[in-house]
């Protein structure tokens, strides 16, 4: 494999495993402000459990796939950092709000609700300015003036398809939180809440991929490049297809206890049914980065740099997997921390 | 404005808004530290209180601490993509190493605060470890990068400005990484320290608390002293050898933090005024003899280079002699402080007068000026160069004129933080008084 290669696929990886992580997280921001007051269902405070002490560790995967994209592509900076100011900019401003908010809801009683809110608001809108930038990368929405790269907003924010994008990044992202949560109230027995983010995970899973399939066909004309590359490429699409329906399917699974749903293999599924459609995308997406002007290839750093780099990332991985591990175990697995009231 | 400037202004605001919470995020696990251990130790449970309480104020300000770090860290590539495009080819592994480093900090702080009942004493010693670990290695990590760009090594720019002959190893132990470093992570232990002495020192100045309260506050304001001075000190001592690195490294930026114009041997230290460009010297200094040259060179006939030998366009603004003395003279009034302090409780065996207790409210607020003013001298004495002598500032900075929108709503987020943290914290604690906690043990 080319170095520029395996660059993009573990930067790829890093947006995979940030896209699911920071769905789990914004999604169960927004699931604890939904049901934070509701006294007829845990899942606002299931929610507010998993996510106390998980969201550090997933804020760390965004700051490691901004690293990794500069380190791995140094010449992509400039264009990227041209186009991308205004909506990676407020997208800090709300995260910072966000992340700041969400912690004070924890400390100060009286302000809880409105600190909560305002988290739970902030964390929607954020994931909707992450996605938007998908659209900027498949052209038409960029102009040279003097040499100097320039993002077409009016163009941009008067075209459906950034509509259409926002509108499948929101739904994923409540639909992967809703799965997941239901998987984490089942371990933690909560009944209520298990049946709430099933009622949720059952419309917003067709709904979801209604819209991924309806976003295609939204691409400007600009763009046509990777409907071809999509269109080319029907297996992967169809694989991915396919774990959606046996991942959807597993939520009307009886389990032996007689109570519908098998949570964990959903999630499962559908971490294979994203994980299949990202790879796909991305492959359809080389060898651009930004269509036409910026190549990976282009882009790149000094191979032996790159390699020097990776033993970094497998060394630095190596030595946090015992950690995860025993973070794994008191979070998500221990019945202590689960069931406390 | 310009956009250069307004990118300048962006980053600086956030740097040093960040740098406050980052400060005290590497310094309060070491004091959390000091008080599981004195608990250990002691068996006595108003440490484990401290340590439990200064755990929350910790994980409030973390929070901040976290988020400011984000948007520093994605500013940077996006206000200065010229500067990354250079970073990203030589010096990014320890960006690399520090995400590794905070990955360290943030799981264990989790474990800390949300699983520290269900984990043995010894876990849970260990589990802060990690977090100060973690916390000092990102701030070691960080500050690399910072003294790279003050004293660039490991690679070579053509004519055509590519980046050849990269040598990591070089560019990473470059010649200011450690001196810089130890500088950065003692200031930071410091600046906790007496932020910690200043709330004691509060407390202990109001009269109707009780003699449990009294004692509490007392152990942790010697918890503070001890840290204090000793961290002061190795500050000082550091800072000596920081002079002489710029000596040696930088003399345009010790030239310009010194106000000293002619070369010269034999060179004074002056201490105060500022530097007149008219009169092409010091004003309204104390002037100390030889001083400068013996700190330069450890003789009193050390050539110290002045700023004459350089063009005037590449000189740094002269007002970095006020920024350098804010911070040498807050150093020094603090290692006397603390050194007092102590002297009086340990060896005079009294107990601390009001009028100590006052000096010492105001040095935790003092020692957060000196940080913000160190590191105000050291990014701005290095200009205008983004890094030294090889990238100036104007072309690292990015040509958007959206910077502009940005500016405004990012100085505004860091006022509201500012006081909603300000905020949260004294919610929090009048809602949780130590009364109440040290009743309940």
Redesign the interface.
């Known amino acids: 494999m080319e170095a520029s290669t395996l660059a993009i696929t573990i930067l790829w990886s890093l947006l995979f495993i940030y896209a699911m992580l920071g769905s789990l997280d914004f999604g169960a921001g927004f699931w604890g402000m939904i049901y934070g007051k509701d006294d007829r269902t845990n899942a606002g405070q299931i929610a507010n459990r998993f996510l106390?002490?998980?969201w550090?560790?997933t804020?760390?995967f965004?700051?490691?796939f901004?690293?990794?994209l500069?380190?791995?592509?140094?010449?992509a900076?400039?264009m990227?950092?041209?186009l991308?100011?205004?909506p990676?900019?407020?997208g800090?401003?709300l995260?910072?709000?966000r992340?700041?908010f969400?912690?004070?809801a924890n400390?100060?009683?009286?302000?809880q609700n409105i600190l909560r809110i305002t988290s739970g608001i902030t964390g929607l809108i954020i994931p909707a300015l992450l996605v938007s930038m998908l659209p900027i990368t498949l052209g038409g929405f960029v102009e040279f003036v003097d040499d100097?790269p320039q993002l077409l907003y009016g163009k941009l924010l008067a075209h459906p398809t950034l509509y259409m994008h926002i509108a499948f990044g929101l739904t994923t992202e409540l639909f992967i939180s809703a799965v997941f949560l239901m998987d984490y109230s089942k371990e933690a027995e909560d009944w209520s809440a298990y049946h709430t983010y099933r009622k949720h995970a059952l419309w917003l899973g067709p709904i979801s991929i209604a819209i991924a399939m309806l976003t295609i066909g939204t691409m400007p004309e600009e763009a046509s490049w990777i409907v071809d590359n999509i269109e080319a490429n029907p297996v992967w699409f169809g694989l991915s297809v396919a774990f959606f329906i046996l991942g959807y399917a597993s939520l009307y699974i009886k389990s032996k206890h007689g109570r519908k749903g098998l949570a964990r293999l959903a999630m499962t599924f559908i971490i294979i049914q994203y994980g299949i459609a990202i790879y796909a995308y991305g492959l359809a997406h080389l060898p651009y980065l930004i269509y036409p002007d910026l190549t990976i290839a282009d882009s790149f750093?000094?191979p032996s740099?790159f390699y020097?780099?990776l033993v970094?990332?497998a060394a630095?991985?190596a030595?946090?997997v015992p950690?995860?591990i025993?973070?794994w175990r008191?979070?998500l697995k221990?019945q202590?921390?689960l069931k406390q009231q | 404005m310009d956009i250069v400037v307004m990118s300048r202004v962006l980053f600086g605001s956030s740097m040093g808004f960040h740098i406050i919470y980052a400060t005290i995020g590497v310094g309060l696990p070491i004091m959390i530290i000091l008080a599981e251990i004195m608990y250990w130790i002691k068996k006595d449970k108003d440490y484990a209180l401290m340590a439990r309480r200064w755990t929350k104020g910790f994980a409030i300000l973390l929070a901040v601490s976290i988020a400011s770090g984000t948007i520093v860290a994605v500013l940077l590539s996006l206000l200065f993509p010229n500067f990354m495009e250079i970073v990203g080819q030589v010096i990014s592994l320890p960006f690399q190493l520090e995400i590794f480093a905070f990955l360290i900090e943030a799981v264990f702080m989790s474990i800390y605060l949300y699983a520290a009942d269900r984990l043995p004493q010894g876990l849970r010693v260990l589990s802060i470890f990690f977090v100060a670990m973690g916390a000092t290695a990102s701030a070691i990590l960080i500050t690399d990068v910072h003294a790279w760009m003050n004293t660039p090594a490991g690679f070579e720019m053509t004519e055509s400005g590519a980046i050849i002959n990269v040598n990591v190893m070089e560019a990473f132990f470059n010649p200011s990484f450690v001196v810089t470093a130890i500088h950065v992570t003692l200031s930071a232990y410091m600046t906790v320290a007496f932020l910690v002495a200043s709330i004691a020192a509060i407390r202990l100045m109001k009269r109707h608390i009780s003699n449990e309260e009294r004692a509490y506050h007392k152990k942790a304001l010697m918890i503070s002293l001890y840290l204090g001075a000793a961290m002061s000190l190795g500050t000082a001592i550091n800072g000596h050898e920081t002079a002489q690195m710029l000596h040696e490294q930088n003399p345009r930026k010790l030239a310009a933090a010194e106000g000293l114009f002619e070369t010269t041997t034999y060179a004074p230290l002056s201490v105060g005024g500022y530097t007149s460009l008219e009169d092409g010297r010091v004003k309204y200094a104390i002037e100390i003899p030889y001083a400068l040259s013996f700190l330069a060179g450890d003789r009193f006939d050390t050539e110290v280079i002045g700023l004459n030998e350089f063009p005037e366009e590449l000189w740094p603004p002269l007002y970095v002699h006020i920024l350098f003395n804010v911070m040498v003279g807050i150093g020094t009034l603090l290692i006397a402080l603390s050194f007092l302090a102590l002297f009086w409780k340990v060896v005079l065996k009294k107990d601390f007068p009001g009028w100590m207790l006052g000096l010492l409210v105001v040095g935790g607020p003092l020692s957060v000026i000196a940080i913000e003013a160190g590191w105000c001298f050291s990014c701005i004495g290095r200009q205008p160069w983004t890094i030294t002598d090889v990238l100036p500032t104007a072309d690292a900075a990015t040509k958007s004129s959206s910077v502009s929108i940005l500016l405004f709503t990012f100085l505004t987020l860091y006022v509201v933080l500012l006081f909603v943290t300000g905020f949260v914290m004294r919610y929090y604690f009048k809602r949780n008084p130590v009364e109440k906690d040290l009743a309940a043990q």
């Open positions: 106390s002490p998980t550090e560790v804020n760390v965004f700051v490691i901004v690293v990794a500069v380190s791995f592509f140094p010449f900076t400039t990227l950092s041209s991308l100011l205004v990676v900019g407020l800090l401003l995260l910072t709000i992340t700041t969400m912690v004070f400390h100060a009683n009286r302000y100097y750093t000094d740099i020097k780099l970094v990332y630095g991985f030595i946090l950690a995860f025993l973070f008191l979070f221990d202590r921390y």
